[in-house]
Nanobody
Framework: QVQLVESGGGLVQAGGSLRLSCAASGSIFAINVMGWYRQAPGKQRELVATITNTGSIRYADSVKGRFTISRDNAKNTIYLQMNSLKPEDTAVYYC?????????WGQGTQVTVSS
């Protein structure tokens, strides 16, 4: 089993910044993908960004140029630096990890961007 603990959500004004963190613990395997998804009220969960253990990165078009995903493999932690936030970024952000054919999810952290 893998446990994911997110932190860093909150309320920010449009144009502001937030940094999310997600720490993984438990049965950790070196080969993995971690990332962030988000779900706004009444909408489906969507990809925000992912990063592999070798550093390959993928972003949703809606966040390219504004969000930066990074990871510290020694700490089994990923980060999401979110800049130039928009009201449409308001959602619950979920950390995920895929390893050995299994996916794991965090409990989610609320990000609210006021206009």
């Amino acid at each position: 089993q893998v446990q994911l603990v997110e932190s860093g959500g909150g309320l920010v004004q449009a144009g502001g910044s937030l940094r999310l963190s997600c720490a993984a613990s438990g049965s950790i395997f070196a080969i993995n993908v971690m990332g962030w998804y988000r779900q706004a009220p009444g909408k489906q969960r969507e990809l925000v960004a992912t990063i592999t253990n070798t550093g390959s990165i993928r972003y949703a078009d809606s966040v390219k140029g504004r969000f930066t995903i990074s990871r510290d493999n020694a700490k089994n932690t990923i980060y999401l630096q979110m800049n130039s936030l928009k009201p449409e970024d308001t959602a619950v952000y979920y950390c995920m990890r895929v390893q050995e054919g299994h996916d794991y999810w965090g409990q989610g952290t609320q990000v609210t961007v006021s206009s």
